[in-house]
């Protein structure tokens, strides 16, 4: 009975730091986004990953908009995806997401002034059990999680976790909808 006890509280404890263990990799990022450390960033960001979430978003977006067949929506997309990647190259940097982090927009966007910035710092207990509850886990080795909980969904940042070896990377980030329009028409410009 005793040996039931110790294993049932160690399984509960070792489940305890794994459900925590990727707020606390998203905190050491928001950290290292905040002292400019390349290196921590780096370390913390899959940028070909990030890269693919935002070209579907920004794809995604504006192929929706056209008026497209499926066989032509397709030769669509890889032609934009082409032509999308210079437009990613700019934004998939470790300076491109401190500026993102810092102040919610993409310098090289030129994005609205005032936009909401992107923070992990929960400040509170009950602002990271906010946080906390509004995530939503995607298997064992995934989540999602959105970091103004209290804005209506089309402008909150949404970041996608990932757990790689032993380590949570960020994988994408969801953007709100007023920085998704940006970009489509920065694709699109930039198509011309």
């Excluded at 509960?12 to 950290?31: C, E, H, M, N, R």
Aim: aromatic letters at 8%.
């Amino acid at each position: 009975m005793r040996w039931t006890f110790r294993i049932s509280f160690f399984l509960l404890l070792a489940w305890g730091i794994f459900t925590v263990s990727p707020f606390v990799a998203l905190y050491d990022l928001s950290k290292a986004v905040e002292a400019r450390d390349v290196a921590r960033i780096s370390e913390r960001v899959n940028f070909n990953a990030l890269r693919v979430s935002l070209a579907q978003q920004i794809l995604g977006e504006y192929l929706k908009a056209q008026d497209l067949g499926p066989l032509n929506r397709q030769v669509a997309a890889q032609a934009g995806a082409g032509t999308l990647n210079p437009v990613l190259e700019e934004l998939v940097t470790p300076q491109a997401l401190i500026d993102l982090v810092e102040d919610g927009q993409l310098r090289q966007t030129g994005g609205e002034a005032g936009a909401t910035p992107i923070t992990f710092d929960p400040g509170s207990l009950h602002r990271a059990w906010q946080i906390f509850i509004a995530s939503e886990s995607q298997g064992f080795r995934a989540i999602t999680i959105p970091l103004t909980p209290d804005e209506p969904r089309d402008r909150q940042f949404r970041i996608d976790m990932r757990l790689s070896g032993t380590t949570w990377r960020l994988t994408g980030i969801d953007l709100p909808s007023p920085l998704r329009e940006e970009l489509i028409k920065r694709a699109a410009a930039a198509s011309k």
